[in-house]
């Protein structure tokens, strides 16, 4: 199986780092032009543009909070006037504000639900726009477009301490698979990912030092993940090797959505 993706055009969220800089890397290395979407940290995201473009590829960095309306609306026009079309949104942007429900403040729920879950509705909303008006380019990809939704674990499994987030992150299956039955129909692709444990800033604190044994006590492959076991799936879901791949969810945890505690117990 070959991979290429030359003369597309890809917008990955939240890609000044972690998951979604190493996504944009991967989508710029199969041959796709990229824009690399920020919301305070411009400084990266400009470098690795910087980079892609020293090795030859075609990228940009454009800054936008994904949770508002007109900010993203820019976004997409900025990207339209760079490169002309849009055929892949990996839809990734996400944070996490930790707490227990009894003291979590509206506050921190309604910015967590703001970028997790609604700046993906609006991201998916001005995709759509555009892959209707494009439709399917023929030569380039046997899609009208595809997005990419960056789920997690926590679409599935309860946490603790982060219902915010894991609220948000439930939220973003049903977005995803309602929106691939609503707009299968126009040859375009929507599909979600959800990954575990990848070693990246927002999980620092559980996958360094003695965390980390307590960490891998959940994972039954024994490894915590690396961006680019997310980057290469990305790759894979925007590629027409996946045509026939619609409204599913990748799990990418190594396991930890198998419920680990129960071998030999229950
Ligand atoms: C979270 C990480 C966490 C992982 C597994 C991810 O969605 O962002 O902080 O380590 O799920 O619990």
């Given at each position: 199986?070959?991979?290429?993706?030359?003369?597309?055009?890809?917008?990955?969220?939240?890609?000044?780092?972690?998951?979604?800089?190493?996504?944009?890397?991967?989508?710029?290395?199969?041959?796709?032009?990229?824009?690399?979407?920020?919301?305070?940290?411009?400084?990266?995201?400009?470098?690795?543009?910087?980079?892609?473009?020293a090795e030859g590829?075609?990228?940009?960095?454009?800054?936008?909070?994904?949770?508002?309306?007109?900010?993203?609306?820019?976004?997409?026009?900025?990207?339209?006037?760079?490169?002309?079309?849009?055929?892949?949104?990996?839809?990734?942007?996400?944070?996490?504000?930790?707490?227990?429900?009894?003291?979590?403040?509206?506050?921190?729920?309604?910015?967590?639900?703001?970028?997790?879950?609604?700046?993906?509705?609006?991201?998916?909303?001005?995709?759509?726009?555009?892959?209707?008006?494009?439709?399917?380019?023929?030569?380039?990809?046997?899609?009208?477009?595809?997005?990419?939704?960056?789920?997690?674990?926590?679409?599935?499994?309860?946490?603790?301490?982060?219902?915010?987030?894991?609220?948000?992150?439930?939220?973003?299956?049903?977005?995803?698979?309602?929106?691939?039955?609503?707009?299968?129909?126009?040859?375009?692709?929507?599909?979600?990912?959800?990954?575990?444990?990848?070693?990246?800033?927002?999980?620092?604190?559980?996958?360094?030092?003695?965390?980390?044994?307590?960490?891998?006590?959940?994972?039954?492959?024994?490894?915590?993940?690396?961006?680019?076991?997310?980057?290469?799936?990305?790759?894979?879901l925007a590629s027409?090797?996946?045509?026939?791949?619609?409204?599913?969810?990748?799990?990418?945890?190594?396991?930890?959505?198998?419920y680990p505690e129960?071998?030999?117990?229950?």
């Open positions: 199986m070959q991979i290429s993706l030359k003369q597309q055009v890809a917008l990955v969220t939240g890609a000044s780092s972690g998951i979604g800089a190493g996504c944009a890397k991967a989508l710029a290395d199969a041959g796709a032009a990229v824009v690399l979407n920020y919301n305070s940290e411009a400084e990266p995201a400009e470098e690795l543009a910087r980079q892609i473009i590829g075609r990228a940009i960095a454009i800054g936008a909070d994904v949770s508002k309306e007109q900010e993203v609306e820019r976004l997409f026009a900025h990207t339209i006037e760079a490169f002309g079309s849009l055929d892949i949104l990996v839809a990734n942007s996400g944070m996490q504000k930790d707490a227990p429900a009894v003291d979590m403040s509206l506050a921190d729920w309604n910015q967590v639900i703001g970028v997790n879950l609604t700046g993906q509705f609006l991201c998916a909303r001005a995709a759509l726009r555009i892959f209707n008006r494009q439709g399917v380019r023929e030569g380039v990809s046997r899609a009208a477009g595809k997005i990419i939704h960056m789920s997690s674990v926590h679409q599935r499994i309860p946490w603790a301490g982060h219902v915010n987030y894991a609220a948000s992150k439930g939220g973003v299956d049903m977005l995803m698979q309602t929106l691939a039955q609503e707009v299968s129909h126009q040859r375009i692709r929507i599909n979600g990912i959800a990954p575990g444990a990848i070693r990246t800033a927002i999980n620092r604190a559980a996958t360094e030092g003695a965390a980390e044994q307590d960490l891998l006590k959940l994972i039954p492959y024994g490894r915590v993940g690396d961006v680019e076991d997310v980057a290469n799936a990305v790759v894979f027409d090797a996946s045509d026939y791949i619609v409204g599913t969810t990748l799990f990418i945890d190594g396991g930890m959505s198998l129960f071998r030999g117990n229950g």
